[in-house]
């Protein structure tokens, strides 16, 4: 983070302050790449309503996700490639009790769905195969 190396050996670090991040990666004979930077600014709080109200499945998934919302308020759903690149943008309206996203024109890999509220924001992990 900003410089810093963190030695995290795993496939997913969740971090918990803004900052610019990028992942290097050594392979089993040694060679190494690293990422593009990529800026993380936390601006908002969790919101457990997402987390109980809001289903997102299946995961992983084939050609299309579904989000069933059980809230009375807007949802806006975003989805972000696993460089931090937005992919996709919509919101759910309160009356509308699940979407239906195509996902065809995504390669297989990990992507992020960012579900956010009037009261904070729930991040969940996508596989897309």
Do not use: W
């Not at 084939?62 to 992919?87: C, H, K, M, R, W």
């Not at 509308?96 to 390669?107: A, E, V, Y």
Request: proline fraction near 5%; hydrophobic fraction near 35%.
């Amino acid at each position: 983070m900003n410089g810093e190396l963190l030695s995290e050996t795993t496939q997913s670090i969740e971090v918990s302050e803004s900052g610019n991040y990028s992942v290097e990666v050594t392979d089993a004979t040694g060679c190494v790449t690293t990422s593009e930077e990529v800026e993380i600014t936390i601006t908002s709080i969790q919101d457990p309503r997402l987390v109980r109200q809001v289903r997102t499945y299946p995961n992983p998934a084939y050609s299309q996700l579904f989000i069933d919302s059980q809230l009375d308020e807007p949802v806006e759903v975003l989805i972000y490639s696993a460089n931090g690149q937005l992919l996709y943008k919509k919101a759910i309206s309160p009356n509308t009790q699940r979407l239906d996203i195509k996902l065809g024109q995504l390669s297989p890999g990990l992507y992020m769905v960012q579900l956010m509220s009037e009261k904070g924001v729930n991040l969940r992990k996508l596989i897309k195969q």
